[in-house]
């Protein structure tokens, strides 16, 4: 698809989401044997980016999941910015001068509108591992979806942990939105362990949840298909 084509279709399929950024997710699974050099090959592109007008893109590796080994998110800001002539020019001789293609065996995008910029920067800087839900809705579930994802959060809050940034699909790929939580490193992400249960259930239910047990499977009543990943960061 051209770059005037797919400005014209995030334009019809942009949800009117207020105080919202548009981002380009980009997952990539390395061929055999050259994850390092794909890494190797992103890294030394970063200038290049940051040459052609763009933010650097954030980017984690998978340790363990989904079937991607690297994602990228790429701060967009407006399609019109993104897709001018001259910064498609220069986003493409980059790429033109990167051996990058020739060892990347699989490749999604996903055209997401997620927080505002500053947000996710911080989130990014301020940790180094994470956990991403994927989400593919059941008909006529979408709007629910996102609002067991907001419920989560407000469970999250109530029990003291961090809350998931929330990303929805503009355009690209089938996955209709997907959330990633923050956090310093494995020891962080698993203590909510210790939190009594009496907490958790409080917080599940002042959420909206009929109990702390109960968020999973009032979950899995709206999606038809959840891929889940933990990553860190790639620095």
Same mark, same amino acid.
């Given at each position: ?6 400005? &014209? ?6 949800? !009117? =989401?207020? %105080? +919202? ?8 699974? &390395? ?12 890294? !030394?592109?970063?200038?290049? /980016?940051?040459?052609? #007008? ?8 998978? +340790? ?8 990228? =998110?790429?701060?967009?800001? +407006?399609? @019109? $910015?993104?897709?001018?002539? !001259? ?17 990347? &065996? ?9 927080? $505002?910029? @500053? ?6 800087? %301020? %940790?180094?591992?994470?956990?991403? @839900? ?10 629910? =979806? *996102?609002?067991?994802? $907001?419920? $989560? %959060?407000? /469970? *999250? ?33 698993? &203590? ?15 959420? #909206? ?27």
């Amino acid at each position: 698809m051209t770059a005037l084509l797919l400005v &014209a279709a995030l334009a019809v399929q942009m949800p !009117e =989401l207020s %105080n +919202s950024y548009l981002y380009r997710t980009l997952t990539v699974r &390395a061929a055999p044997g050259d994850l390092l050099e794909v890494i190797d090959l992103y890294l !030394e592109r970063m200038p290049a /980016y940051e040459d052609a #007008g763009d933010e650097r893109p954030f980017i984690m590796r998978h +340790s363990q999941g989904d079937q991607w080994d690297l994602l990228l =998110l790429f701060p967009m800001g +407006s399609t @019109e $910015e993104y897709f001018s002539s !001259e910064r498609v020019a220069r986003r493409e001789s980059a790429a033109q001068q990167s051996s990058l293609s020739e060892h990347i &065996a699989w490749r999604e995008d996903l055209y997401v509108m997620g927080p $505002e910029l @500053e947000v996710v920067r911080q989130a990014f800087e %301020n %940790n180094a591992y994470y956990h991403v @839900e994927m989400f593919i809705a059941l008909p006529g579930k979408r709007a629910k =979806l *996102l609002e067991e994802r $907001e419920m $989560e %959060n407000a /469970y *999250l809050e109530g029990i003291g942990r961090p809350q998931n940034l929330i990303f929805t699909r503009a355009s690209g790929a089938a996955w209709d939105s997907y959330t990633i939580g923050f956090y310093k490193d494995l020891k962080h992400y698993a &203590a909510s362990a210790d939190i009594p249960d009496a907490e958790k259930e409080a917080s599940a239910r002042a959420a #909206g949840f009929e109990g702390a047990d109960r968020i999973g499977t009032y979950l899995r009543t709206l999606i038809q298909r959840h891929h889940d990943t933990l990553a860190t960061a790639l620095r």
